[in-house]
């Protein structure tokens, strides 16, 4: 059985848990209520379990996912997925079977992301009940560096019954049917729900995004995570990628080398971190630009995108969001 129509969903759609607050309670609550399947984004743990109650709440008997960075988990993650619930987690940004086998032992379901097939096949010994295969055009970190129409049936092709949803270029209805219909059991949207009136994204952010020309993969802002993702140009970007999208190659050795900081450092201070970034000191983290935060930290923070902004143009309730994917 599809696994979005086992959670018993209205639509084989699903709101991706983008992290560092984003993908709040209200969000994905907002999401599961009106028929999709809403993700809360990773957080620190205290706030992420805060999220989670926050979106059960709002769902009402509807069922609300889970999104955990595989870098930065927590066992207080996971106790926050079992005491809320959760059915489904997706893991990004890497593959473990410690977490994984942690997950599915508090009751949940386990989707890895994946770029290829080689990960696929990796994702799936470590335990994974399913797959989000994820195209190089997503906004956010990158599992991927093709396109989901080359990276989609490759994975189909590359594993037998097992569910696979897929992410990157979802925008509305008529992506989401493209999907289906190339075999996908669901599809993935991120700046979409980015775009709307429940996301925690500062204004300014959803601004930005709305009027760029462009999205530039960068390893830019890669202190303390080294994955490539996806951007709309700001004044960092301006300054130090203008010869090459993802920076220079000595910032991307010290984001290499930087992987145990972004471990260290507790995700509850990445408020602060990114606050104290300056677009002339290159030392740019993950953080991003969250509602209550001074809007000057639009140009020193990352601003990530997918390449539908340029059918997207507007902030909308998440409801309405869901009704514009809906197949």
Known sequence: MNPL???GLQYPVMQAGMGGGVANGEL??????????GTVGMADPQTFAAELRRAAM???????????????????HVDACAAAGVPLVVLHGGISPRWTAALRSAGARVFCTVGSAMQARRALAAGADGLVV?????GGHLMADRTLAITLPEVLEA?????????????????????????????????????TEESSAHPEYKKRVLGARRTI???????????????????VTDRWCAGDDLG???????????????????????????SLQRVALPLYTPALPLTG???AVVDHAALYAGETIHRIRDVIPATDAVARLAP
């Open 5 to 7: 129509e086992a959670l």
């Open 28 to 37: 994905a609550g907002s999401v599961s209520a009106a028929g999709a399947l």
């Open 58 to 76: 709002l769902a009402g008997k509807r069922p609300v996912a889970a999104n955990l960075l595989v870098p930065f988990i927590r066992r207080a």
């Open 134 to 138: 994820q195209g190089v055009e997503a």
């Open 159 to 195: 594993v037998d019954d097992v569910p696979v949803l897929a992410a990157g270029g979802v925008a509305d209805a008529t992506d989401v049917r493209r999907l289906l219909a190339a075999g996908a059991a669901g599809a993935v949207a991120g700046t979409r729900f980015l775009l």
């Open 217 to 235: 993969r960068t390893l830019v802002f890669g202190m303390g995570w080294h994955l490539p993702h996806r951007v709309v140009p700001n004044a």
């Open 248 to 274: 220079p190659r000595w910032m991307q050795r010290l984001s290499r080398v930087s992987a145990p900081l972004g471990k260290a450092l507790p995700l509850n201070a990445l408020g602060t971190v990114v």
């Open 293 to 295: 935060m001074n809007a």
